[in-house]
């Protein structure tokens, strides 16, 4: 992340971005220059620390503001919290960890909404260890996954651990002492639907092999 840490940490200013993207734009002229951002809109967070606001949007045509990973099993003990809120709810971990708050910060700071893609996860963050279905509770450590501990395709999810709550605008899961949060085609419907009535650029996904075979939640996007 531009001037902030991520598995590491980078120093190179608060204006490093806005001259890469400049770079970019005068290199590639009239082709696509996008940004796969942070979606840390917190005081003090991600976002502030560069200046993806107006001087590095001019450069660009899409900003992909990652609206997923807000939670997960990094935090072994919990909370469990949905990783892709759609927005804020009550006893969410951390404010302004939302879809809604990382987009309106983009677009409160300059960046035209049509610059900006809205990004879905095809996938689901999980906990083991949980004996709470409602969001909010303990855990052990993070569930098993197939790439990863505490990360699972929707595909496999679906069957595995069907969803069986809403809370934020997307879904999430208890079954066992599992606990999981995903995106469905209707909560992925209903974020498409918030997406077009702030008139943004579209929405991108992470990643296409998530899906069903026939497509479930590519679909319910269109």
């Known amino acids: ?8 940490c980078d120093t190179s200013g608060r204006h ?10 005068g290199k590639f002229g009239d082709k696509l220059v996008t940004a796969a951002i942070s979606a840390d809109a917190t005081k003090g967070g991600k976002m502030e620390a560069s200046d993806y606001y107006k001087s590095a ?19 072994k003990q919990g909370p469990t ?28 700071n300059g ?4 610059k900006i893609l809205m990004g879905l996860g095809f996938y689901g963050r999980g906990w083991t ?27 496999v999810l679906k069957t595995r651990c069907p969803a069986n709550g809403t809370v934020g605008g997307t879904a999430y899961a208890h079954c066992g002492n599992e606990w999981w949060s995903y995106d469905t085609p209707q909560t992925i ?12 650029g579209g929405t991108f ?18």
Not at 1 to 8: D, E, I, R, T
Not at 131 to 139: D, L, W
């Open 1 to 8: 992340y531009p001037n902030a840490c991520g598995l590491s």
């Open 16 to 25: 490093a971005f806005t001259k890469v993207m400049k770079a970019l734009r």
């Open 57 to 75: 949007a001019q450069y660009v045509d899409w900003y992909l503001p990652m609206t997923y990973d807000y939670f997960g099993a990094f935090d």
């Open 81 to 108: 919290a949905p990783h892709s809120p759609l927005e804020d709810y009550d006893g969410i971990p951390k404010k302004l960890f939302d879809t809604k708050s990382s987009i309106a910060a983009l677009i409160w």
């Open 111 to 114: 960046v035209p909404p049509g």
């Open 129 to 155: 260890g949980v004996t709470q279905k409602e969001p909010g509770g303990t855990a052990t450590g993070p569930a098993p996954g197939k790439y990863e501990q505490g990360i699972e395709d929707y595909k």
């Open 189 to 200: 419907g209903g974020k498409a639907d918030w997406a077009k009535k702030q008139k943004l």
């Open 205 to 222: 996904l992470w990643e296409l092999s998530g899906d069903t075979r026939d497509g479930e939640l590519i679909k319910s996007i269109r």
